[in-house]
């Protein structure tokens, strides 16, 4: 008999009908003889209806303790709902909030961390034959205010409840079968992955796919829970995220190719080639709380180089200010930036077991034209940055470069 916690997300549990499918999916489970504990998100598109809300009541500055009073009540909604579900349908079951739980957290309003869970009742639920409804993206703190663990959290929640549970799997039930090699919208020849490891699917989620909350990877990882992508209503075997790294290893070099547009380029050109420059151009930079991603300085030529750093597009405005002033402090040159650019990744745990990986990559740039315009690595990424139109044509490039394709069908 197997521990699962299973997590069902905003479009699982959208509307009164898919949290009777939902019911009836656990209750399945629940007839084979697994112990279940389920995890579930509020229904789509109610947690922005209420933090919408919330603005508009105070000139978009909404108090974050009473923020997380509020937007905890779309899951509250959702764990009672599907409980009734159950049942109804035979299956004995009671819902949590987070603080029911006592999912205890820091009280950093709106992006807390968990700090301990308290399983007693959870396993005294369990132990009685009932599925245990737990509320996601919610906790409580050390003196009872209710807190959120940040935009999809509930991912997080059904993975700590699985850690602390030492539950066999967590089971992630989304709108997509699994992880895929790359986006399937962009390369329909992108094929769902058996297996990923912890460290791949952190990059790829990093790096801009958006099937797991970041978060709730780290942790899984840390605490090695396996995870487990799927469909919600489609039956199949999704994607398994582990440790394991043995089998990844036969598997291609390449697991995965991830890309986002959300970044922008910043470039201070003949900033002076002395000790402290880097701090002096990225201080004021993060002190006005702006993350930065890639980072590239060139090698000094007459005693002035340049620095070119990315940001997160919405924050392309403001740097662009910061730097401004620090150039003229500096005495550099000028202040140059480009937001039509993208960002694409080749990921994989292969490439430390294999060189000239980069250089392929490079290559099948070079082949289709297209101009690098940065490059970042890592022991398990390369990332190169290009010109935005071609990011698509970049990425089915690579797909096909790194042997991704899925083989093609009879009669295609
Ligand atoms: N309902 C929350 C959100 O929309 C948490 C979640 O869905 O995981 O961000
Ligand atoms: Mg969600």
Redesign the pocket.
């Known amino acids: 008999m197997a521990l699962i916690v299973q997590k069902f997300?905003?479009t699982s549990v959208g509307t009164v009908e898919r949290i009777a499918q939902v019911a009836e999916k656990v209750k399945k489970f629940r007839e084979k003889g697994d112990d279940i504990v389920v995890v579930v998100?509020?229904m789509s598109g109610e947690?922005n209806r209420l933090i919408d809300l919330a603005k508009q009541i105070s000139d978009d500055q909404p108090i974050a303790r009473e923020l997380d009073v509020m937007v905890s009540t779309?899951?509250q909604v959702t764990i009672a709902l599907l409980a009734m579900a159950l049942i109804k349908r035979g299956v004995p079951a009671v819902s949590y909030t987070g603080s029911q739980v006592r999912i205890l957290t820091d009280s950093s309003h709106t992006k807390a961390r968990i700090l301990s869970i308290d399983d007693s009742n959870i396993r005294a639920d369990l132990k009685a034959g009932r599925v245990v409804v737990v509320a996601?993206?919610q906790g409580v703190d050390e003196h009872g205010n209710i807190t959120t663990l940040g935009?999809?959290?509930?991912?997080t929640t059904g993975v700590a409840l699985a850690a602390a549970l030492k539950a066999d799997e967590c089971q992630i039930y989304t709108d997509v079968d699994g992880v895929y090699t790359t986006d399937p919208r962009v390369v329909p020849k992108a094929q769902r992955l058996e297996k990923i490891t912890f460290e791949e699917m952190l990059e790829m989620a990093s790096l801009g796919s958006k099937v797991l909350q970041i978060r709730s990877v780290e942790f899984a990882g840390k605490y090695n829970v396996p995870l487990r992508v799927l469909h919600s209503f489609q039956e199949g075997p999704g994607t398994l995220i582990t440790l394991d790294e043995e089998e990844s290893m036969e598997q291609p070099i390449i697991s995965g190719i991830a890309f986002n547009r959300d970044e922008a380029k910043l470039t201070i050109r003949g900033v002076p080639d002395l000790p402290g420059v880097a701090f002096k151009i990225l201080g004021p930079i993060s002190s006005a709380n702006i993350e930065v991603d890639m980072i590239v300085q060139n090698v000094a030529h007459d005693n002035t180089t340049d620095f070119t750093f990315t940001v997160h597009r919405n924050d392309y405005q403001s740097a662009q200010q910061v730097l401004e002033a620090t150039a003229r402090e500096l005495g550099a040159r000028e202040v140059v930036g480009d937001v039509n650019i993208a960002k694409v990744s080749i990921v994989g745990v292969g490439m430390r077991s294999h060189a000239g990986v980069a250089s392929r990559m490079f290559e099948a740039l070079a082949k289709e034209n297209i101009n690098i315009q940065m490059i970042s690595t890592s022991e398990i990424k390369v990332s190169v940055v290009i010109e935005e139109k071609y990011l698509e044509l970049a990425v089915r490039a690579l797909h096909t470069a790194f042997e991704l394709d899925a083989p093609a069908r009879q009669g295609d």
């Open positions: 997300g905003g998100s509020a947690t779309g899951e996601g993206f935009r999809g959290g509930s991912d």
